[in-house]
């Protein structure tokens, strides 16, 4: 039965401290490992034992999306997405939204109902913002229907500007009544 009650929702915070989530993604490199920014966040949070349960799943290619447990964050699971870089790996927009479909895919097999996307590639792999939130907002308006157990979807964006874009993006992707 397609999800037509989903609920999308932007808010600006911190993508490791989503209590009330059970799963967030993180914007992951391709060997898994810690690093700065998403993936450094979630890894400092989750502890050590995250990076071992990413170990034997590296590497992974662009567009791929890989499931561990949560460890010491608040969320049961981590759903790790590689991004493509911008102007490197292409066709990138093809990638970018795989990532989300794929994320998702995983998230209804493994019957999550609350999960927390950041901004794929939008950071240091340099997509444009604007550019990342129009295929991050689509490609889950998008997939959504073919979730049925999947309730809502976060957007976690790290400053104000993020969340704005991120805000005025969905809505503008809401059919008009």
Known sequence: MPNLNAR??????DIANQPDLEAVVNAANAELRPGGGVAGALHR???PALDSACRPLAPIKPGQAVLTEGF??????VIHCLGPVYGVDEPADE???????????LAETHEIRRLG?????????GYPAAEAARI???????TLPTCPHVE??????FDAASHDLF???LESLKPRT
């Open 152 to 157: 809502r979807v976060r957007f976690v964006l």
């Open 8 to 13: 999308i929702e932007c808010r600006q915070g």
């Open 136 to 142: 991050a907002l689509a490609t889950v308006v998008q």
């Open 45 to 47: 949070a989750a502890g």
């Open 167 to 169: 805000q005025h993006t």
């Open 117 to 125: 996307f950041p901004a794929l590639s939008a950071g240091a792999f």
């Open 72 to 77: 010491e964050l608040p969320n049961r699971y």
């Open 95 to 105: 990638l970018l939204a795989a990532c989300y479909r794929h994320a998702l895919e």
